[in-house]
């Protein structure tokens, strides 16, 4: 080498496993830029042989290698699940059938990979992902509420996630309205035994069911926006509705939780992107005089659970 020459910096690589019900993707993050997926496979999660969904996984890791000419130093893995300190997992939401309670997932991932492996809920990473590469970026509390399926929840603080364990990853459950509140929602108790969290009132499931209920079972939720936004007034009276109940819990997490940044994620996200100044305007919690938080809705689509599970041993 001349004098004139510099070796180039190696580039710390780590592995990021999402693992979903039905598509598990495993990416290679280069960890000094943590929104930067080097490579990404997804394939279907296997379900039936535990043998084979860790083979495939571990193939998976290979096949990235071989591609990126690198070697991560370290995995994280996301699982819709509580995750317990020692990486073993409640599996009561997992969705792959033999990931049960008590699965040493973290332990099994290390042997069959050969590195350091951490493992974390999902709705947690996902707000991971935001902190480090997303629209939570630049802010020191960051937290996420995913609408999808359920309410995934998510609190980061200085690009480290707040609690060794998951336990308020089931915070989408606080009440915003009274049984009798609207008669266009489901008044069946949620799985939590509570009537009127927000889960059971503004998951994406949730707000389906009242879209079904009063637009017709071929209406979907994005139709529902599009709606309300052409100024369609059924549509925009359930939009009204829904925002409102949106409001009180997110007027609830900045008592509880004083965030610099709220983000928005999941299916429902998709649709509030044009109310984004009205729930803004609707925050008025103030923990402190002066204090504000911002809402902002998730750019961060596909990748980010591999973003957010790498987050985990890269930061």
């Known amino acids: 080498m001349s004098a004139g020459e510099k070796s180039a910096t190696p580039i710390r690589v780590v592995c990021g496993i999402d693992v979903g019900g039905t598509r598990t993707k495993v990416g290679l993050v280069d960890a000094s830029r943590p929104g930067r997926?080097?490579?990404?496979?997804?394939?279907?999660?296997?379900?039936?042989?535990?043998?084979?969904?860790?083979r495939g996984i571990a193939e998976s890791v290979c096949r990235l290698v071989a591609q990126t000419g690198t070697r991560p130093v370290g995995a994280g893995v996301s699982i819709g699940?509580?995750?317990?300190?020692?990486?073993?997992?409640?599996?009561?939401?997992?969705?792959?059938?033999?990931?049960?309670?008590?699965?040493?997932?973290?332990?099994?991932?290390?042997?069959?990979?050969?590195?350091?492996?951490?493992?974390?809920?999902?709705?947690?990473?996902?707000?991971?992902?935001?902190?480090?590469?997303?629209?939570?970026?630049?802010?020191?509390?960051?937290?996420?509420?995913?609408l999808g399926t359920g309410i995934g929840f998510g609190l980061v603080e200085d690009g480290r996630l707040v609690e060794g364990e998951p336990r308020g990853h089931l915070a989408g459950h606080v009440c915003v309205r009274e049984r009798d509140d609207d008669p266009w929602?489901?008044?069946?108790?949620?799985?939590?035994?509570?009537?009127?969290?927000?889960e059971q009132t503004c998951s994406g499931t949730a707000l389906e069911r009242v879209v079904h209920r009063v637009l017709g079972p071929a209406v979907t939720n994005k139709d529902l926006f599009q709606r309300s936004?052409?100024?369609?007034?059924?549509?925009?009276?359930?939009?009204?509705?829904?925002?409102?109940?949106?409001?009180?819990?997110?007027?609830?997490?900045?008592?509880?939780?004083?965030?610099?940044?709220?983000?928005?994620?999941?299916?429902?996200?998709?649709?509030?992107?044009?109310?984004?100044?009205?729930?803004?305007?609707?925050?008025?919690?103030?923990?402190?005089?002066?204090?504000?938080t911002e809402l902002r809705v998730t750019r961060l689509r596909e990748e980010s659970g591999v973003i957010g599970a790498a987050g985990l041993v890269s930061n």
């Open 37 to 54: 997926v080097m490579a990404l496979d997804v394939f279907p999660t296997e379900r039936e042989s535990e043998g084979a969904f860790y």
């Open 81 to 146: 699940s509580y995750v317990f300190s020692d990486g073993t997992i409640d599996g009561l939401s997992s969705m792959v059938p033999f990931l049960t309670h008590g699965h040493p997932l973290g332990q099994q991932m290390s042997v069959t990979l050969g590195l350091p492996v951490r493992v974390d809920n999902d709705a947690r990473l996902i707000c991971m992902a935001e902190a480090l590469a997303g629209e939570g970026r630049g802010f020191g509390r960051v937290l996420t509420l995913t």
């Open 185 to 198: 929602i489901d008044e069946s108790p949620c799985y939590c035994g509570l009537e009127g969290c927000l």
């Open 229 to 292: 936004v052409a100024g369609d007034p059924v549509a925009r009276r359930v939009v009204d509705r829904f925002l409102g109940y949106l409001l009180r819990a997110l007027n609830q997490y900045v008592y509880l939780y004083c965030p610099d940044v709220i983000v928005l994620g999941g299916g429902v996200a998709r649709g509030l992107e044009s109310y984004v100044d009205r729930l803004q305007r609707g925050i008025v919690a103030e923990v402190y005089q002066g204090q504000h």
